[in-house]
């Protein structure tokens, strides 16, 4: 119900019983609905002190025919709630648009005559409100903060609120946003006071009052435990998880408006529109959201990730992460923190969406990294953050990896699973403003599926690693993938399965060596094969690479842009692969030399470059040209930046 509609009402008593509290009572009836109850909401010096239904019954709010006289409210609040409080102190608001309740008439003499307004935002670095005479409607008044019994600003309210003007409050223009600068300190107590400069009369509300954070201690803690452990009944555990409930609802809410610096954004929007800012106060701020913090040595995506994060940092974003999934661990948290990212994170943001709504309207675009998230978020993200731009990122195609497993494994399940994949995917690609994939072939698959997407090719960055071993003093080929992957487990049972045996009829001295993560018991048991070491999870693959003399990229299914084939490149060592690992990398003439689809034909080329220093050579330099060209920072952050449009601010 919304307190916007017609009401009739007052607080007919705000009186205070020494050693008891202050009763606030009072009556509020929805005049088109007067079977509807009101929720009312107490504040006190701007403080929420209680909340109570307007279901009480009083006799003479008995209109016969019409309304029951369930429309009182009566509520005590002990003095302990409501320090140094008067009469004045306190604010009776309707739920939820947070209209006011009128003062009896005894009561409203206590208030200044022709004077009215209120304090809507109390923070340590922002006062905000409005102030007006109903005497005198089209003349300015001033507001006066007084911090510690010091003057520190004075300004004219006079900002212009359409929630005033369309409650009937003339044209609206009696607001007043003050920004505390230097905020208040942590360290120490402070009382501000809210005053009509032209009066000295102190708004409802104020003195607001700032308790130093220090006295959040382990005596604070070990009372409120003692306090807790005393609770005897439910329905008294039901009041404390209420109440611990909403106070972590505003601790949370008052951790993101700190953290998104809303305060300070929304003061140099407005000081914009006015011409007033100063150039380059306000950054653009974008959110990468991923399944889990971003692993480099896990698996490509990761790469790709933290690649885009670092060419948004170089174009001037200020750039921070949440996990949607998996909560990052500390030395995770460390990581991007060093790389100067934010990582969001349980205990103030335990969820992507705690997040969304505590820094609501406070970044200027947000990645979904795999479109599983984008899926996930995509209405939630356009709900909470309305002038974002919303950017899809592609790992790969999930329907096109799976219609392929399909005809590889001749398992018509998949086929299904990939059609319900594409509706999704295409559904995500329609819904975002922009969508990020790394292939070319990919991009084309979606621009024919949803024609009015922007769709971007952005790579990620690769360095060039140091050069490998003296060809004589290297051996083995290496199969390096992410084993939690359905075609790198594919791949590795076609490369002993098939490839090794005809490999071993031209040279049985080759080694095939097995590395990765998340290796099933199918692959480790491979380790028993003559011929194949299974290695696992090498933290420094850089140095490996160093050491052997080919790798291989056996899939036969998959999509996407290949990790393993790039980064074996980029160490300077020859890749053999198959179309499916190569594909939407357009490779010079040079590269497709490495490139073959039968098992015969992978055997034949793994024996002849195995011996051939001079076609290792050529191979590992065209590789690493592809690195520095295709791969290489610029293009990146260009690219990145395409896909960011018009975003960033002059």
Same mark, same amino acid.
């Given at each position: 119900?919304?307190?916007?509609?017609?009401?009739?009402?007052?607080?007919?008593?705000?009186?205070?019983?020494?050693?008891?509290?202050?009763?606030?009572? &009072?009556?509020?009836?929805?005049?088109? *609905?007067?079977?509807?109850?009101?929720?009312?909401?107490?504040?006190?010096?701007?403080?929420?002190?209680?909340?109570?239904?307007?279901?009480?019954?009083?006799?003479?709010?008995?209109?016969?025919?019409?309304?029951?006289?369930?429309?009182?409210?009566?509520?005590?609040?002990?003095?302990?709630?409501?320090?140094?409080?008067?009469?004045?102190?306190?604010?009776?608001?309707?739920?939820?648009?947070?209209?006011?309740?009128?003062?009896?008439?005894?009561?409203?003499?206590?208030?200044?005559?022709?004077?009215?307004?209120?304090? #809507?935002?109390?923070?340590?670095?922002?006062?905000?409100?409005?102030?007006?005479?109903?005497?005198?409607?089209?003349?300015?008044?001033?507001?006066?903060?007084?911090? #510690?019994?010091?003057?520190?600003?004075?300004?004219?309210?006079?900002?212009?609120?359409? #929630?005033?003007? #369309? !409650?009937?409050?003339?044209?609206?223009?009696?607001?007043?946003?003050?920004?505390?600068?230097?905020?208040?300190?942590?360290?120490?107590?402070?009382?501000?006071?809210?005053?009509?400069?032209?009066?000295?009369?102190?708004?409802? &509300?104020?003195?607001?009052?700032?308790?130093?954070?220090?006295?959040?201690?382990?005596?604070?803690?070990?009372?409120?435990?003692?306090?807790? !452990?005393?609770? =005897?009944?439910?329905?008294?555990?039901?009041?404390?998880?209420?109440?611990?409930?909403?106070?972590?609802?505003?601790?949370? !809410?008052?951790?993101?408006?700190?953290?998104?610096?809303?305060?300070?954004?929304?003061?140099?929007?407005?000081?914009?529109?006015?011409?007033?800012?100063?150039?380059?106060?306000?950054?653009?701020?974008?959110?990468?959201?991923?399944?889990?913090?971003?692993?480099?040595?896990?698996?490509?995506?990761?790469?790709?990730?933290?690649?885009?994060?670092?060419?948004?940092?170089?174009?001037? %974003?200020?750039?921070?992460?949440?996990?949607?999934?998996?909560?990052?661990?500390?030395?995770?948290?460390?990581?991007?923190?060093?790389?100067?990212?934010?990582?969001?994170?349980?205990?103030?943001?335990?969820?992507?969406?705690?997040?969304?709504?505590?820094?609501?309207?406070?970044?200027?675009?947000?990645?979904?990294?795999?479109?599983?998230?984008?899926?996930?978020?995509?209405?939630?993200?356009?709900? @909470?953050?309305?002038?974002?731009?919303?950017?899809?990122?592609?790992?790969?195609?999930?329907?096109?990896?799976?219609?392929?497993?399909?005809?590889?494994?001749?398992?018509?399940?998949?086929?299904?699973?990939?059609?319900?994949?594409?509706?999704?995917?295409?559904?995500?690609?329609?819904?975002?403003?922009?969508?990020?994939?790394?292939?070319?072939?990919?991009?084309?698959?979606? =621009?024919?599926?949803?024609?009015?997407?922007?769709?971007?090719?952005?790579?990620?960055?690769?360095?060039?690693?140091?050069?490998?071993?003296?060809?004589?003093?290297?051996?083995?080929?290496?199969?390096?993938?992410?084993?939690?992957?359905?075609?790198?487990?594919?791949? =590795?049972?076609?490369?002993?399965? *098939?490839?090794?045996?005809?490999?071993?009829?031209?040279?049985?001295?080759?080694?095939?060596?097995?590395?990765?993560?998340?290796?099933?018991?199918?692959?480790?048991?491979?380790?028993?094969?003559?011929?194949?070491?299974?290695?696992?999870?090498?933290?420094?693959?850089?140095?490996?690479?160093?050491?052997?003399?080919?790798?291989?990229?056996?899939?036969?299914?998959?999509? &996407?842009?290949?990790?393993?084939?790039?980064?074996?490149?980029?160490?300077?060592?020859?890749?053999?692969?198959?179309?499916?690992?190569?594909?939407?990398? !357009?490779?010079?003439?040079?590269?497709?030399?490495?490139?073959?689809?039968?098992?015969?034909?992978?055997?034949?080329?793994?024996?002849?470059? @195995? %011996?051939?220093?001079?076609?290792?050579?050529?191979?590992?330099? =065209?590789?690493?040209? %592809?690195?520095?060209?295709?791969?290489?920072?610029?293009?990146?952050?260009?690219?990145?930046?395409?896909?960011?449009?018009?975003?960033?601010?002059?």
């Amino acid at each position: 119900m919304s307190a916007g509609s017609a009401f009739a009402g007052f607080v007919d008593v705000i009186s205070h019983e020494p050693g008891q509290g202050w009763t606030i009572a &009072g009556w509020a009836r929805n005049l088109m *609905d007067p079977s509807a109850r009101y929720q009312v909401r107490i504040l006190c010096h701007g403080n929420q002190v209680a909340e109570a239904v307007a279901d009480g019954f009083r006799e003479d709010l008995v209109i016969p025919g019409s309304a029951d006289g369930r429309h009182a409210f009566s509520i005590l609040i002990p003095d302990d709630a409501a320090p140094a409080a008067e009469t004045g102190s306190f604010n009776v608001l309707l739920l939820p648009d947070r209209q006011p309740l009128p003062l009896a008439e005894h009561l409203a003499g206590t208030i200044p005559s022709g004077l009215r307004g209120s304090i #809507d935002i109390v923070g340590r670095d922002r006062i905000a409100g409005w102030l007006r005479s109903d005497t005198h409607p089209d003349m300015r008044l001033s507001v006066a903060i007084m911090v #510690d019994d010091a003057l520190q600003h004075r300004m004219l309210a006079n900002q212009f609120r359409p #929630d005033l003007r #369309d !409650n009937g409050l003339g044209d609206g223009r009696y607001g007043f946003d003050v920004m505390l600068s230097p905020p208040l300190s942590l360290d120490s107590d402070h009382v501000v006071s809210v005053l009509c400069a032209e009066t000295n009369t102190p708004l409802p &509300g104020s003195p607001l009052y700032f308790p130093a954070t220090r006295r959040f201690n382990e005596t604070f803690r070990q009372h409120v435990r003692q306090t807790l !452990n005393g609770i =005897a009944t439910a329905r008294q555990r039901e009041a404390a998880l209420e109440f611990l409930a909403d106070q972590t609802h505003q601790l949370r !809410n008052e951790q993101g408006r700190e953290d998104s610096r809303k305060a300070a954004t929304e003061h140099h929007r407005l000081a914009q529109r006015r011409k007033e800012a100063e150039p380059g106060v306000t950054v653009p701020r974008i959110l990468f959201v991923d399944d889990r913090a971003p692993d480099p040595t896990r698996d490509a995506g990761s790469s790709a990730l933290l690649s885009h994060m670092q060419a948004a940092q170089a174009l001037d %974003y200020e750039v921070s992460f949440v996990a949607s999934v998996m909560e990052p661990g500390v030395a995770a948290v460390r990581e991007l923190e060093k790389q100067g990212f934010a990582c969001w994170r349980a205990p103030a943001y335990p969820t992507v969406e705690s997040l969304l709504r505590t820094q609501t309207n406070s970044f200027d675009a947000i990645y979904f990294h795999r479109l599983t998230n984008a899926g996930r978020y995509l209405d939630l993200a356009r709900l @909470y953050m309305p002038g974002a731009r919303l950017i899809s990122s592609v790992a790969d195609l999930a329907w096109l990896r799976l219609e392929r497993q399909a005809v590889a494994e001749n398992r018509p399940e998949l086929r299904t699973a990939s059609g319900q994949e594409k509706v999704r995917e295409h559904m995500a690609t329609w819904a975002s403003h922009s969508v990020i994939t790394h292939s070319p072939v990919e991009a084309a698959l979606l =621009a024919a599926a949803v024609p009015t997407a922007s769709i971007h090719v952005v790579p990620w960055h690769l360095e060039l690693k140091e050069p490998p071993l003296p060809f004589e003093r290297r051996h083995g080929v290496a199969f390096i993938a992410h084993y939690g992957h359905a075609p790198n487990i594919d791949a =590795a049972k076609w490369l002993v399965g *098939d490839i090794l045996p005809l490999l071993w009829e031209q040279t049985p001295d080759i080694e095939i060596l097995l590395v990765g993560s998340a290796m099933p018991d199918l692959i480790i048991q491979m380790g028993e094969i003559p011929g194949v070491q299974v290695l696992g999870h090498i933290a420094d693959l850089d140095s490996f690479l160093r050491s052997v003399r080919l790798t291989i990229a056996p899939l036969r299914f998959g999509a &996407g842009i290949k990790s393993k084939v790039l980064e074996s490149w980029a160490a300077g060592i020859p890749c053999v692969a198959t179309p499916i690992a190569t594909e939407g990398m !357009n490779l010079p003439v040079e590269l497709q030399l490495s490139v073959a689809s039968s098992a015969a034909d992978l055997a034949k080329l793994v024996a002849k470059l @195995y %011996y051939d220093p001079e076609a290792t050579a050529s191979l590992a330099e =065209a590789g690493q040209d %592809y690195i520095r060209i295709r791969h290489s920072t610029d293009r990146v952050r260009s690219a990145l930046d395409r896909s960011l449009g018009t975003l960033r601010r002059a």
